[in-house]
């Protein structure tokens, strides 16, 4: 998918997420907005579209070889995806986030506040785009964020700001 159509089709999801007929076509255009902007597997996959809807190509690779118990929690603790997702659920503070006591499990995280009720990264996914649609802020820029790299001063100034004072950085230009 070229540059130019990969804008394209997330213009076409930021529509659907707002305007979609059913909440289902809405988390879903939320889900794949949020797999493209952050990528959900350590294996590629594609976006196609069928039957006019944009649906996930599933990858046909090979599973991962068996790993140690250890080595496990190794890849487990410094996975991509658990970064960068704990990154932005920490910045725009979810409810549900925000009140659970998470600690790290497979595929994501799970709440000993709630009897270790399982969230996902693809919940997780769900969870950030839901909560970016609600403050109004810009995809692109809440998820350039967890990827940036800053002084300690900028971090602690980012930080130090009120809650709405660093939201205010994420939302589009035209909202300003």
């Known amino acids: 998918m070229s540059d130019r159509d990969r804008e394209k089709f997330l213009k076409h999801l930021r529509?659907?997420?707002k305007h979609g007929q059913s909440a289902g076509e809405r988390v879903s255009a939320q889900k794949l907005y949020a797999q493209m902007?952050?990528?959900?597997?350590?294996?590629?996959?594609?976006?196609?579209?069928?039957?006019?809807?944009?649906?996930e190509l599933q990858s046909t690779l090979p599973a991962e070889p068996d790993l140690s118990d250890y080595a496990q929690e190794a890849r487990r603790a410094v996975s991509q995806p658990r970064s960068e997702l704990s990154s932005i659920l920490g910045l725009i503070r979810p409810e549900r986030w925000m009140s659970g006591n998470w600690c790290h499990a497979d595929g994501g995280w799970s709440d000993a506040k709630d009897h270790y009720k399982l969230l996902t990264f693809n919940e997780a996914r769900v969870l950030i785009a839901a909560r970016i649609s609600e403050l109004g802020l810009n995809p692109e820029r809440v998820f350039a964020h967890s990827k940036s790299r800053c002084t300690i001063a900028e971090d602690f100034a980012l930080w130090n700001m009120s809650f709405e004072e660093q939201m205010e950085r994420f939302r589009p230009e035209v909202l300003r």
């Open 15 to 17: 529509k659907q997420m």
């Open 37 to 55: 902007m952050n990528g959900t597997n350590s294996y590629p996959s594609d976006i196609g579209i069928v039957d006019g809807k944009a649906v």
